[in-house]
């Protein structure tokens, strides 16, 4: 089994940064992959950055090229999501994701290739 704590979410005004954190605790050796994903409300939970838990491949959403940034620390067993440059409709609860099979990348902008979700954090994103 696989933990997955999110952090960092809250309100922050269009333009503005935040950074999101996901702790990992548990059988992280088994993780191949970490992913974020988010869910604005009435809509379906969707891709926005994905990276190879110990490598440095990382994978993005179009809308979020340039403005957003997915990191490791292995040492600490977290991932971070760096979110810069903020529009009102990034608004929604962000999730971290951990994929432990051993996937093509192009299966990492689906939620069901990942097999462990933290409980999701909020962001608001005010005009």
């Known amino acids: 089994q696989v933990q997955l704590v999110e952090s960092g979410g809250g309100l922050v005004q269009a333009g503005g940064s935040l950074r999101l954190s996901c702790a990992a605790s548990?059988?992280?050796?088994?993780?191949?992959?970490m992913g974020w994903f988010r869910q604005a409300p009435g809509k379906e939970r969707e891709f926005v950055a994905a990276i190879r838990w110990r490598g440095s491949s990382t994978y993005y959403t179009e809308s979020v090229k340039g403005r957003f940034t997915i990191s490791t620390d292995n040492a600490k067993n977290t991932v971070y999501l760096q979110m810069n440059s903020l529009k009102p409709d990034a608004t929604a609860d962000y999730y971290c994701?951990?994929?432990?099979?051993?996937?093509?990348?192009?299966?990492?902008?689906?939620?069901?290739?990942?097999?462990?979700w933290g409980q999701g954090t909020q962001v608001t994103v005010s005009s």
């Open positions: 994701a951990a994929m432990t099979g051993i996937y093509s990348p192009t299966r990492y902008f689906r939620l069901t290739a990942y097999d462990y």
């Open positions: 548990g059988r992280t050796f088994s993780i191949y992959v």
